[in-house]
């Protein structure tokens, strides 16, 4: 048998490997069009949807804390021993009721001293005016019973003012905190008592973001909850910041709450909500945005072509995005294969 040459065997391994890839290079296209759906060369299959206004309530959500109403330091404008406590730690108290006693035995000896000596004064002022009327008595010793007259006068009204001080009541309803004092202690102005704070009602303190600023105004309703507890609360905005804190770029608000049962405690951690006047938008699903340079775009459905568009964007919820401008309702939106597709491109409507 004649045997064949070796290097005629190569190029016709050669020849086979050439063929083959040819005919893999035509099917190729043939093979990613049927996976794209279509025909090479041919449109696009995209889903799609039809725009319509849909009704959008905004929500800002923000931390605050609760603030009594009212809150003081109790503390004694005059120095003395304390006589008498009136309060209970942690009790209720009404306005005007009594507090803490200090001992007003010197200020009253001193107040009978002053009003015997106003008497006496009085009674040389009454004497130096009838001797005055009748030419008796000179110009000066009537000025002297008058500046008397006076003077005792001022006294008697001070010590009375000091004894008045003796005994410090509660300036308004509220709460009283832990006794600083006993019973025997000398005070002086710089002692704390104990604290006084009007819990009924409660306010409540946050801040809403800058671009909000604007949109919270005075009797707007918020909504709130503290820790420890499901119950939502409500409150009223009846004081805004005069300007906008430039550090955090939020403005400051402050809203009442009745706190008539007393389940709010002053002090404690509120998350607040404010709902915004409802609205209507035109919003498309978050997938349907395309980033760019400067912003977002969509691509709509227009006479079987793709048309791309540049959108701002405003609230966002968890699976759409509103949109402020650059879309109507009406609009067909292109809602699949958005990554592949370039303005005028041909795009044909598929239900699959």
């Given at each position: 048998?004649?045997?064949?040459?070796?290097?005629?065997?190569?190029?016709?391994?050669?020849?086979?490997?050439?063929?083959?890839?040819?005919?893999?290079?035509e099917?190729?296209?043939?093979?990613?069009?049927?996976?794209?759906?279509?025909?090479?060369?041919?449109?696009?299959?995209?889903?799609?949807?039809?725009?319509?206004?849909?009704?959008?309530?905004?929500?800002?959500?923000?931390?605050?804390?609760?603030?009594?109403?009212?809150?003081?330091?109790?503390?004694?404008?005059?120095?003395g021993?304390?006589?008498?406590?009136?309060?209970?730690?942690?009790?209720?108290?009404?306005?005007?009721?009594?507090?803490?006693?200090?001992?007003?035995?010197?200020?009253?000896?001193?107040?009978?001293?002053?009003?015997?000596?106003?008497?006496?004064?009085?009674?040389?002022?009454?004497r130096?005016?009838?001797?005055?009327?009748?030419?008796?008595?000179?110009?000066r010793?009537?000025?002297?019973?008058v500046?008397?007259?006076g003077?005792?006068?001022?006294?008697?009204?001070?010590i009375?003012?000091?004894?008045?001080?003796?005994?410090?009541?509660?300036?308004?309803?509220?709460?009283?905190?832990?006794?600083?004092?006993?019973e025997?202690?000398?005070?002086?102005?710089?002692?704390l008592?104990?604290?006084?704070?009007?819990?009924?009602?409660?306010?409540?303190?946050?801040?809403?973001?800058?671009?909000?600023?604007?949109?919270?105004?005075?009797?707007?309703?918020?909504?709130?909850?503290?820790?420890?507890?499901?119950?939502?609360?409500?409150?009223?905005?009846?004081?805004?910041?005069?300007?906008?804190?430039?550090?955090?770029?939020?403005?400051?608000?402050?809203?009442?709450?009745?706190?008539?049962?007393?389940?709010?405690?002053?002090?404690?951690?509120?998350?607040?909500?404010?709902l915004?006047?409802?609205?209507?938008?035109?919003?498309?699903p978050?997938?349907?945005?395309?980033?760019?340079?400067?912003?977002?775009?969509?691509?709509?459905?227009?006479?079987?072509?793709?048309?791309?568009?540049s959108?701002?964007?405003?609230?966002?919820?968890?699976?759409?995005?509103?949109?402020?401008?650059?879309?109507?309702?009406?609009?067909?939106l292109?809602?699949?294969g958005?990554?592949?597709?370039k303005?005028?491109?041909?795009?044909?409507?598929?239900?699959?």
């Amino acid at each position: 048998m004649k045997r064949i040459p070796v290097w005629l065997i190569v190029v016709l391994v050669l020849a086979l490997l050439v063929a083959g890839k040819v005919a893999i290079d035509e099917k190729k296209p043939a093979s990613t069009a049927r996976a794209q759906g279509g025909a090479p060369g041919g449109p696009t299959p995209v889903h799609v949807a039809i725009l319509h206004n849909e009704k959008l309530a905004d929500k800002i959500s923000s931390v605050g804390t609760i603030m009594p109403n009212e809150r003081i330091d109790v503390r004694t404008e005059i120095s003395g021993r304390v006589s008498e406590i009136h309060f209970k730690e942690g009790g209720r108290v009404r306005k005007g009721e009594r507090l803490v006693k200090i001992d007003d035995r010197e200020l009253v000896a001193q107040l009978a001293r002053a009003k015997s000596e106003l008497a006496i004064a009085q009674k040389e002022n009454e004497r130096q005016t009838d001797l005055y009327q009748q030419k008796v008595s000179s110009q000066r010793e009537y000025d002297t019973a008058v500046n008397n007259l006076g003077v005792a006068q001022a006294q008697f009204d001070l010590i009375s003012v000091q004894i008045t001080k003796t005994d410090i009541r509660a300036p308004f309803d509220g709460v009283v905190g832990l006794r600083s004092v006993s019973e025997g202690e000398f005070i002086t102005p710089t002692s704390l008592i104990t604290t006084l704070l009007e819990d009924r009602p409660v306010k409540i303190d946050f801040t809403v973001p800058e671009r909000f600023a604007g949109s919270v105004r005075k009797g707007e309703v918020v909504h709130f909850t503290v820790e420890g507890s499901s119950r939502v609360f409500d409150a009223t905005v009846y004081a805004l910041e005069s300007l906008i804190d430039p550090e955090t770029r939020s403005l400051g608000m402050r809203a009442t709450s009745p706190n008539s049962d007393g389940a709010l405690v002053p002090g404690a951690f509120a998350e607040v909500q404010v709902l915004m006047p409802e609205r209507t938008a035109v919003t498309v699903p978050s997938f349907a945005l395309v980033p760019e340079l400067r912003g977002q775009r969509v691509f709509l459905y227009h006479g079987g072509k793709a048309a791309a568009v540049s959108v701002q964007t405003g609230l966002r919820t968890e699976d759409r995005v509103e949109v402020t401008n650059g879309l109507a309702a009406g609009d067909t939106l292109i809602t699949s294969g958005i990554l592949s597709l370039k303005t005028g491109a041909p795009v044909t409507i598929t239900t699959e």
